[in-house]
């Protein structure tokens, strides 16, 4: 008894979600046609995209066809069986007429890679939130290391009073923070359209009071699984890209223990301050109340001088 054989048929079906011209670019990729040819299949028919496999095989070409976002599915090949009596020796006078609605001959599982490109430098394509926290982390890191290096050379224009050489150092350091806020820029659009929403929405960062929440929508805010009008999924996550999105929690941990540090210290430095403060206060109002009676002495002795001074004179005659 021979194997059961499968087909993959299309009627026309999108998953949700997922717009006719997504799907129809992605199977323009998918089957390196052009979009005219791909048109045919959204007829409203129904059409063989691929005959004559086994479930196995079947199962891997709809996988690669969900992922181009239309609702293929698998059915059944009729069993045909044939006797010796009929195989005729003459050949089929004619053969079987190509359908119309035929999709073009291409090999669904070698036309299209399982996961869309990664392109770094670019506002096209997708990356999902662990590789978008990485590469953050790995332009955070390149900045440091850049900004460490001009801060250095900056401290050493300034020890030799070179303004010309001040005045370099200033305009690389601008350009500098331009061109790593252009390649931020262009990681969080390729975010964005993982999650299937405009590139333009970037703009939001720079309303006020959004523009502080945003960016932790975009960390949060999970992607499509399958492809969207901005391609197909980014691929897996490597181990590389877990490393660096995880220096994230040792980077906030840092920064936190920093800032506790620095406000321990500052809470503490304001309260030997105002110890101090109140020390020197109360010696220099010791000081004023021990001088007090000094001068009370003083006073009194020169009252009592003053005293003998003005006595009468003794009248002699009375004696």
């Given at each position: 008894?021979?194997?059961n054989r499968?087909?993959?048929?299309?009627?026309?079906?999108?998953?949700?979600?997922?717009?006719a011209?997504?799907?129809k670019?992605?199977?323009?990729?998918?089957f390196?046609?052009?979009?005219?040819a791909?048109?045919?299949?959204?007829s409203?028919?129904?059409?063989?995209?691929?005959?004559?496999?086994?479930?196995?095989?079947?199962?891997t070409?709809?996988?690669?066809?969900?992922k181009?976002?239309?609702?293929?599915?698998?059915?059944?090949?009729?069993?045909?069986?044939?006797?010796?009596?009929?195989?005729?020796?003459?050949p089929?006078p004619?053969a079987e007429?190509?359908?119309?609605y035929a999709p073009?001959?291409?090999?669904?599982?070698?036309?299209?890679?399982?996961?869309?490109?990664?392109?770094?430098?670019?506002?096209?394509?997708?990356?999902g939130?662990?590789?978008?926290?990485?590469?953050?982390?790995?332009?955070?890191?390149?900045?440091l290391?850049?900004?460490?290096?001009?801060?250095i050379f900056?401290?050493?224009?300034?020890?030799?009073?070179?303004?010309?050489g001040?005045?370099v150092?200033g305009?690389l350091?601008?350009?500098?923070?331009?061109?790593?806020?252009?390649?931020?820029?262009?990681?969080?659009?390729q975010?964005?359209?993982?999650?299937?929403w405009s590139?333009?929405?970037w703009?939001?960062?720079?309303?006020p009071?959004?523009?502080?929440?945003?960016?932790?929508?975009?960390?949060?805010?999970?992607g499509?699984?399958?492809?969207?009008r901005?391609?197909?999924?980014p691929p897996?996550?490597?181990?590389?890209?877990?490393?660096?999105?995880?220096l994230?929690?040792?980077?906030?941990?840092i920064?936190?223990?920093?800032?506790?540090?620095?406000?321990?210290?500052?809470?503490?430095?304001?309260?030997?301050?105002a110890?101090?403060?109140?020390?020197?206060?109360s010696?220099?109002?010791?000081?004023?109340v021990?001088?007090?009676?000094v001068?009370?002495?003083?006073?009194?002795?020169?009252?009592?001088?003053?005293?003998?001074a003005?006595q009468?004179?003794?009248?002699?005659?009375?004696?």
């Open positions: 008894m021979s194997e499968f087909k993959i048929v299309f009627d026309g079906a999108l998953l949700p979600g997922v717009d011209t997504t799907a670019l992605n199977l323009a990729e998918l390196k046609s052009d979009v005219a791909i048109e045919r299949l959204f409203g028919r129904m059409v063989a995209l691929k005959r004559d496999l086994s479930h196995a095989d079947a199962q070409y709809l996988q690669a066809l969900t181009t976002g239309i609702d293929a599915r698998i059915e059944a090949e009729p069993s045909i069986e044939l006797n010796l009596s009929d195989v005729h020796t003459n089929s004619s007429p190509e359908s119309p073009p001959r291409a090999t669904v599982g070698e036309a299209l890679p399982e996961f869309a490109t990664l392109k770094a430098f670019s506002f096209s394509g997708r990356i939130r662990l590789r978008f926290l990485a590469w953050t982390m790995a332009l955070t890191l390149v900045t290391g850049i900004g460490s290096v001009l801060a900056g401290f050493g224009l300034i020890s030799t009073n070179s303004t010309a001040l005045i150092a305009l350091a601008v350009i500098l923070i331009v061109i790593l806020a252009f390649i931020s820029i262009q990681f969080s659009v975010r964005l359209h993982d999650i299937g590139g333009w929405l703009l939001l960062n720079l309303v009071f959004v523009g502080g929440a945003f960016p932790f929508v975009i960390m949060i805010v999970p499509n699984n399958t492809a969207n901005y391609g197909a999924p897996p996550n490597s181990n590389a890209v877990r490393v660096l999105a995880s994230w929690l040792v980077f906030i941990a920064m936190f223990v920093g800032g506790l540090t620095g406000g321990l210290t500052a809470i503490q430095d304001e309260y030997e301050s110890t101090d403060s109140a020390y020197q206060s010696s220099v109002t010791t000081d004023e021990e001088a007090a009676p001068e009370v002495d003083s006073a009194a002795d020169s009252t009592d001088d003053a005293a003998e003005a009468p004179p003794v009248d002699s005659a009375k004696e």
